[in-house]
């Protein structure tokens, strides 16, 4: 039994329904684990099994955070859909065989189901617009019609894909011209589709991965001046004729009081907010729950309801009563759960990799890392399914696999 390839196939699978069938997704995780703890041959190197329990350490947490939980049947939900958390560093860390062509491989399915769910979003899009003339679903989060999936994971799901292609458009892994036409054309939709979308964050991220590839290969001053002058000319024009990204736009550089929810009086009602005013209201009374719960967190089971009653306590009755708003930063969200120790475990299982990988030279890895960092501090990733086994799986491909030697 060819072992490794059945592995890679899985996770073939897993990368494409991750973008379009998540029960699926979770199926074939299921069977993955199954299939490398019954038939595939384990390799426990010292170096890779530290790497391992370092990932797999934000899930013991959730296991500590089970036992001093008050709301148990939220603490085994969470207990369920983390355990992704665990089981792909172990599976993807210690199974013999599996190196960058495996890697390759996955990436690459990764990329072509990502610009399939693009389209078919675009598609949608469209065909609303010739059935009733409304643009609405051209451009922003309501273009955004895949199932289970948040806008701000398909831009992220775009950003990776993107950065994957472009390395590869960079290394000049082309057989023919044709396929170096079809990279181009595939690139320029991903860029097309994250500023249709407008995700300040991600944009930011593609900004800084186009920084690190032009820079890299572009010499000489004018070409660089150049460039920039080209990347801000897209930011212009996407903010000229995208309203959802106009609209973030001039929701960040707002700082007026008519822009700021105020808390302990119940002034939250009656209008819609944007995403700066929402985290900066969560976060002060997040900060409430710290200022009690630093050292150990309230459990893996209660941050949500502890959120909840942190809202209701300072009035800010739009989130505590028609809403249920998680920390929307990955940090202050670990911390509300699991205390001083959680933040500490998730801090070291972003920026120890990322040293490696700088020093390695292992430039994907650091841009992923970066990319996913930058969205972790206005977004409870590890919150939702889709962002648990995105982070999990792909870090796990690129700390075990990507820089391993292809055979």
């Not at 501090?377 to 820089?403: D, M, Q, R």
Request: charged fraction near 10%.
């Amino acid at each position: 039994m060819n072992t490794p390839k059945i592995l890679t196939l899985l996770g073939i699978g897993i990368a494409g329904s991750l973008v379009f069938w998540p029960v699926l997704n979770a199926f074939l995780g299921i069977v993955l684990f199954v299939a490398w703890l019954f038939f595939a041959r384990k390799e426990f190197s010292a170096a890779r099994l530290r790497w391992v329990l370092l990932f797999a350490s934000l899930y013991l947490l959730v296991i500590v955070g089970y036992f001093y939980s008050a709301n148990q049947g939220e603490a085994l939900f969470k207990l369920q859909q983390k355990s992704a958390l665990a089981m792909f560093p172990l599976v993807l860390g210690t199974a013999a065989g599996l190196n960058k062509n495996n890697a390759h491989a996955i990436l690459l399915s990764f990329a072509w189901f990502t610009v399939l769910g693009c389209l078919f979003c675009l598609g949608y899009g469209t065909i609303h617009y010739i059935s009733t003339g409304s643009t609405n679903m051209m451009h922003g989060y309501d273009m955004v019609v895949l199932k289970d999936m948040s806008p701000f994971m398909l831009a992220l799901f775009c950003l990776l894909s993107f950065m994957y292609l472009l390395s590869r458009f960079y290394e000049g892994s082309f057989e023919t011209g044709r396929e170096k036409t079809i990279y181009t054309i595939v690139l320029l939709v991903l860029c097309g589709f994250l500023f249709l979308l407008g995700n300040r964050n991600v944009l930011f991220s593609w900004l800084v991965v186009l920084a690190f590839f032009f820079l890299k290969n572009l010499v000489g001053r004018t070409f660089r001046f150049v460039f920039f002058g080209v990347l801000l000319a897209a930011f212009a024009l996407s903010a000229v004729f995208n309203p959802s990204f106009r609209r973030q736009l001039n929701d960040l550089t707002d700082f007026s009081e008519n822009n700021t929810i105020q808390l302990d009086s119940d002034k939250s009602l009656g209008r819609s907010w944007g995403g700066k005013a929402l985290r900066m209201a969560i976060w002060r009374c997040s900060a409430d729950i710290l200022e009690h719960y630093w050292l150990t967190g309230v459990g893996t089971g209660d941050a949500q309801d502890s959120l909840q009653v942190a809202y209701e306590k300072r009035q800010f009755y739009f989130a505590s009563r028609y809403n249920v708003y998680n920390a929307h930063n990955q940090f202050i969200q670990q911390t509300i759960a699991h205390g001083i120790m959680g933040l500490l475990l998730f801090a070291a299982c972003m920026f120890a990799p990322m040293f490696i990988a700088r020093r390695k030279g292992q430039q994907l890895y650091l841009l992923f890392l970066v990319s996913f960092l930058c969205i972790c501090f206005t977004e409870s990733v590890l919150e939702i399914s889709k962002g648990i086994v995105f982070y999990s799986f792909f870090n796990s491909i690129f700390a075990f696999l990507y820089g391993t030697k292809a055979n």
